[in-house]
């Protein structure tokens, strides 16, 4: 039986008793889980100041073996059946831990729905790094920084690849040349490695304006009416009820509340040639495309949340689209922008063309 390791022990702060409130919440959690609460195989706790961490089983496996996932302990590490107090032996196979119970005794293990295991001065982490991207003045690459703390010593990769201490160490900031997937993770001795920080950074080229003499205000506005919407894709099968010029981009163009969908399209016009950032939030799904390129990609059944994307405009107009739905339940639109690194404002409705 196996499970991967909890994402640095978020689920507790406390020492796990099988009697206390901490228990009757576990019981719940695995026995008679609230409706829509996702119960998992394995549970973790994390006692900070003793440094020791709790593996809680809701069921103990028939071949006696416990894996956890990405977890490597020192050699001298003790592991107990928290219960009886009872030592187990283990073996450390790469970055996995394989631990080995003893035979299920019923009048010595009195648990029935919760079996804990001690992991005796182990589970500090690593503290998570903060990644800045920075693009300079006029700059289509950026520059990244990666902020340390505690002593820890950042590593990273640029290909989506885990870092490890055979990554690439962090010495002084850095420019990217083309795209990628940055990672990094932070390392310090005698402690669990920290939780890796992802970003996608992005290495911009110009897009040129178009020029567009009969260019009116307003974007053209086609809302649609469907069923089941999943996607911003499934527009294209939609029925259409409304087609109209509209100055804005509102919620309020949509022809009811649930399973509508809205598709905005024509020209946007920049004012001056920079990198500009998007910040597109929906309730569900929503797409930006600017040019032929996607820049916000926040597609999908979920609630209100925001995405962005930046893209390097050169003054002048662009093709614009934006396609949002909303399925069941609550509905949000807003799309906002910002010169990089400005922070986001309102759209204003004098950037928003179309023609006839």
């Not at 029935?112 to 289509?140: C, D, M, R, T, W």
């Amino acid at each position: 039986m196996s499970w991967k390791k909890a994402s640095q022990w978020s689920a507790g702060k406390t020492d796990y008793k099988p009697k206390n409130n901490s228990g009757d919440l576990l019981l719940k959690l695995t026995v008679d889980p609230d409706p829509g609460y996702a119960v998992k195989e394995c549970f973790f706790t994390y006692n900070p100041s003793a440094n020791n961490l709790y593996v809680i089983l809701p069921k103990y496996p028939s071949d006696k073996k416990v894996v956890v996932h990405d977890l490597a302990i020192n050699a001298n590490t003790k592991i107990e059946l928290l219960e009886t107090h009872q030592a187990l032996t283990w073996q450390q196979q790469g970055n996995d831990l394989l631990i080995q119970l003893p035979e299920f005794d019923p009048n010595k293990i009195k648990s029935q729905y919760a079996f804990v295991l001690k992991i005796n001065n182990s589970g500090a982490f690593a503290a998570k790094p903060i990644v800045h991207i920075n693009y300079g003045k006029n700059s289509l690459k950026p520059v990244v920084t990666i902020t340390s703390y505690e002593n820890t010593q950042a590593y990273y990769t640029l290909d989506g690849a885990m870092p490890t201490e055979n990554s690439t160490a962090y010495t002084k900031p850095f420019e990217v040349n083309q795209s990628a997937t940055l990672q990094v993770r932070t390392f310090k001795k005698d402690v669990l490695p920290g939780n890796v920080v992802s970003a996608q950074v992005k290495v911009f080229a110009w897009q040129s304006s178009e020029k567009i003499p009969d260019a009116n205000p307003g974007l053209k506005l086609t809302a649609y009416e469907g069923n089941a919407f999943q996607s911003v894709d499934d527009l294209n099968s939609a029925h259409v009820v409304k087609n109209a010029i509209v100055k804005n981009i509102s919620l309020k163009d949509t022809s009811r509340k649930e399973e509508a969908g809205l598709m905005y399209q024509g020209y946007i016009k920049i004012p001056k040639d920079d990198i500009y950032t998007f910040y597109l939030s929906s309730d569900d799904g929503s797409k930006l495309w600017i040019g032929n390129e996607l820049v916000v990609d926040n597609d999908g059944s979920h609630g209100d949340q925001g995405k962005e994307g930046g893209v390097a405009l050169k003054k002048g107009y662009h093709v614009f689209k934006l396609g949002y739905f909303n399925g069941v339940g609550e509905a949000g639109l807003q799309l906002q922008y910002g010169v990089y690194g400005s922070g986001e404002k309102p759209l204003p409705s004098s950037f928003l063309y179309h023609t006839k």
